[in-house]
T-cell receptor, first 113, second 116 residues
Framework: DTEVTQTPKHLVMGMTNKKSLKCEQH?????MYWYKQKAKKPPELMFVYSYEKLSINESVPSRFSPECPNSSLLNLHLHALQPEDSALYLC????????????FGDGTRLSIL | AQSVTQLGSHVSVSEGALVLLRCNYS??????LFWYVQYPNQGLQLLLKYTTGATLVKGINGFEAEFKKSETSFHLTKPSAHMSDAAEYFCAVSEGGGTGRRALTFGSGTRLQVQP
């Protein structure tokens, strides 16, 4: 069983919808990450939170809005997405940014109609 | 800057044969190196990691990797392949320490097929 839980597992949304992806970990990790993974490609880093503060934004379009309400939770708010945003969205956590390996959730498979 | 090159996007072996997946890295500071495995419709699972110390690292499911600084390599091996090893494998590097790019940089991945 994965120690990083992501919900929902699948999400289909239209380009005008607003939805959120959720990620939770209870390992006491202080760094959390969002990645985007297209088919047959490696994960691409989107955001890094360290101690609940955004530390890295890899030039991600503003239609993706991350939020870290507390040290265990990470959200990704979605609005006005494009078809090319369809992908697997992975959440990960680590002891601290750059310390300890990253533990990944099973992802949310997102499809934009 | 850091980068990872995985030689061979597809590797096919027979069940019981040696598995060798190649990974070369570049890093301006001492690297932390990782191998992850991804099964269909799942996230990434950590197989093993190298940070400091012993250069031969043992991981889960019988896999091991050796850090060779002179060759800038971190190849993944398993003496005897099992059907359940069929998956996508990613090598990743981060720059250890406080000043380097601590985020993970992934290689392009190697799909391992195991033939009966």
């Amino acid at each position: 069983d994965t120690e990083v839980t992501q919900t929902p597992k699948h999400l289909v949304m239209g380009m005008t919808n607003k939805k959120s992806l959720k990620c939770e970990q209870h390992m006491g990790h202080r760094a959390m990450y969002w990645y985007k993974q297209k088919a047959k490609k490696p994960p691409e880093l989107m955001f890094v939170y360290s101690y609940e503060k955004l530390s890295i934004n890899e030039s991600v379009p503003s239609r993706f809005s991350p939020e870290c309400p507390n040290s265990s939770l990470l959200n990704l708010h979605l609005h006005a997405l494009q078809p090319e945003d369809s992908a697997l969205y992975l959440c990960a956590s680590s002891q601290d940014h750059g310390i300890g390996p990253q533990h990944f959730g099973d992802g949310t498979r997102l499809s934009i109609l | 800057a850091q980068s990872v090159t995985q030689l061979g996007s597809h590797v096919s072996v027979s069940e019981g044969a040696l598995v060798l997946l190649r990974c070369n890295y570049s890093s301006s500071v001492p690297p932390y190196l990782f191998w992850y495995v991804q099964y269909p419709n799942q996230g990434l699972q950590l197989l093993l990691k190298y940070t400091t110390g012993a250069t031969l690292v043992k991981g889960i499911n019988g896999f091991e990797a050796e850090f060779k600084k002179s060759e800038t390599s971190f190849h993944l091996t398993k003496p005897s392949a099992h059907m359940s090893d069929a998956a996508e494998y990613f090598c990743a590097v981060s720059e250890g320490g406080g000043t380097g790019r601590r985020a993970l940089t992934f290689g392009s991945g190697t799909r391992l097929q195991v033939q009966p």
